[in-house]
């Protein structure tokens, strides 16, 4: 064996352009190094939902406030103990987010890097706000960054251009504007100033460069914004493509928990709304573990032809129970597997099954129903059926099963509790109209919803996935405005689609209460 020491050879070093709000705008690329990475720099506030695509062991330095050096200190020391280190800078890292002097200091330390471009923040957001940067009559664009620390543009330079894209504080927009006509800009020049830029959360105010101060006061605006100036703002009325969204500003509350409201709440963001996830029941093992035991263990010796899943916490019970005696998914290679619908189908893709059986019609028990097969004493050599499910599920699949010839092994895998109440604001908004819609997936989630937080304000646009929610949240005083043509989730999201678009239609304004008049007012 060699003395001589061997050297530990460095981590990389990555440069990722976070993008402009909405992380789904995020590169392949750039998700690709953040799911490899051991260390993230990164502002755990603002990039929270890249992080999420992080490993559970990702170390996070929280870069909130560093200045250049400071973060670089970070990544270089990360990344000479091995470790592959992700630098996250907003929008395009070499236009938005003083890449410059970061990976200067990086090379300087002997250090490799990459740089994965982003979606720039200059470029996006004006886009978002319906007002390209470019036209037929105006081609030459200059960009600004007039937020603390960036030294003074060129203003006759900018003066000049057809379009000039301004990064300011929302509070300052008046000062650039004067500076702007005071180099020789007209006073009456079209200027689109948009906050939160592709979020849903996003607001724009239209006015010129005269009443920009006093509009953008008024209207309240806060934070960073880009502005644009220019007479490609006027493209506005006809291009705005993202605020004209069926639900654009709609908060929407969702009963559900993150696990399970997830793919809702990404369809209804692709609407415009604003999800906010309440979860209004809790999920907890049965309180004696034996017939779940034994169930399992018939499983793994053949007792079953069947075993039907109801739910995406069914298949979570049933996995956790494999995993706890070292089975995995080969263990059910014997049986036939169905599922009430499609999400319960992806959980169990998940982990590594295809199910036999999703409904073709209905995704309940009674779709799933008129789809199973009969038991055939010739075809089938077991008439045994495995349903683990809620300790609070009715008796129809049961039934229909018993009907069709199977015997039944109903078993409680997990237990649905009321969960804990919501935070006092949550609780607060839902009674006084701070929701404009709320989704109802299910007659428990009006029940615990309404037990845990209080009705929601007659205001409230009541949206509900099938005649027996709507039954009980008439029940409970509630109007029912929306219901869904099937019950799935995502049909219940197109269809409180729909009634935003007709709303637009009709009122002939954005839809979001908190935004209309805003919005209506930049259009």
């Given at each position: ?284 093992p049965p309180r004696t573990p034996a017939q779940m035991d034994r169930a399992i263990n018939g499983m793994v010796s053949g007792r079953y032809q069947w075993v039907v899943f109801t739910s ?212």
């Amino acid at each position: 064996m060699s003395s001589r020491t061997q050297k530990k050879t460095n981590g990389p070093v990555t440069f990722v352009g976070a993008g402009p709000g909405d992380d789904r705008l995020l590169t392949v690329r750039g998700a690709e190094v953040l799911a490899a990475a051991d260390v993230v720099v990164a502002d755990p506030q603002r990039h929270a939902a890249l992080l999420r695509r992080c490993r559970d062991d990702v170390e996070v330095v929280d870069a909130t406030g560093l200045d250049a050096a400071a973060a670089v200190k970070a990544l270089v020391a990360a990344a000479r103990e091995g470790r592959a280190v992700v630098r996250l800078l907003d929008g395009d890292p070499a236009l938005d987010g003083g890449l410059a002097e970061e990976a200067d200091a990086v090379a300087k330390a002997k250090l490799g890097f990459e740089v994965v471009p982003g979606v720039s923040a200059a470029v996006s957001v004006p886009v978002h706000a319906g007002v390209p940067l470019t036209s037929a009559k105006a081609r030459m664009v200059s960009v600004a960054d007039l937020r603390a620390g960036a030294p003074d543009p060129d203003w006759p330079a900018l003066a000049a251009a057809n379009t000039v894209v301004l990064h300011v504080p929302a509070g300052e927009v008046g000062k650039a504007a004067t500076a702007l006509v005071e180099h020789g800009r007209s006073a009456g020049t079209p200027v689109a100033v948009t906050v939160r830029g592709s979020t849903t959360q996003q607001r724009t105010v239209v006015t010129t460069l005269d009443t920009a101060e006093s509009d953008v006061a008024a209207d309240g605006l806060d934070g960073s914004a880009v502005a644009v100036v220019g007479d490609v703002v006027k493209l506005r009325d006809r291009l705005s493509w993202f605020e004209t969204k069926p639900l654009f500003g709609w908060k929407v509350l969702v009963p559900r928990t993150k696990e399970q409201a997830w793919s809702l709440s990404e369809q209804l963001r692709s609407y415009g709304a604003v999800p906010v996830e309440v979860p209004t029941i809790a999920v907890e093992p049965p309180r004696t573990p034996a017939q779940m035991d034994r169930a399992i263990n018939g499983m793994v010796s053949g007792r079953y032809q069947w075993v039907v899943f109801t739910s995406t916490n069914a298949v979570r019970a049933v996995r956790q129970k494999f995993e706890q005696i070292g089975l995995d998914a080969r263990a059910m290679g014997g049986m036939r597997i169905a599922v009430v619908g499609e999400m319960t189908g992806q959980a169990l893709r998940e982990w590594g099954i295809n199910p036999d059986l999703v409904p073709s019609g209905e995704q309940s028990s009674e779709g799933l129903l008129e789809d199973f097969p009969e038991y055939d004493d010739v075809f089938d050599h077991l008439d045994r059926v495995f349903l683990p499910r809620a300790d609070i599920a009715t008796d129809t699949l049961v039934a229909g099963l018993k009907e069709r010839g199977w015997q039944v092994d109903d078993v409680t895998a997990y237990r649905t509790v009321r969960a804990a109440p919501p935070p006092a604001e949550t609780r607060e908004a839902i009674k006084t109209g701070g929701f404009d819609a709320v989704l109802f997936t299910s007659s428990s989630t009006v029940r615990n919803l309404v037990g845990i937080a209080g009705k929601p304000h007659s205001s409230t646009v009541i949206a509900v996935i099938g005649p027996q929610s709507a039954k009980t949240a008439e029940e409970h005083g509630l109007r029912v405005d929306v219901q869904a043509s099937t019950a799935s989730a995502a049909a219940l999201a197109e269809a409180l689609a729909e009634f935003g678009r007709e709303r637009r239609l009709v009122d002939d304004e954005l839809p979001g209460k908190a935004n209309r008049a805003k919005a209506k007012k930049g259009k």
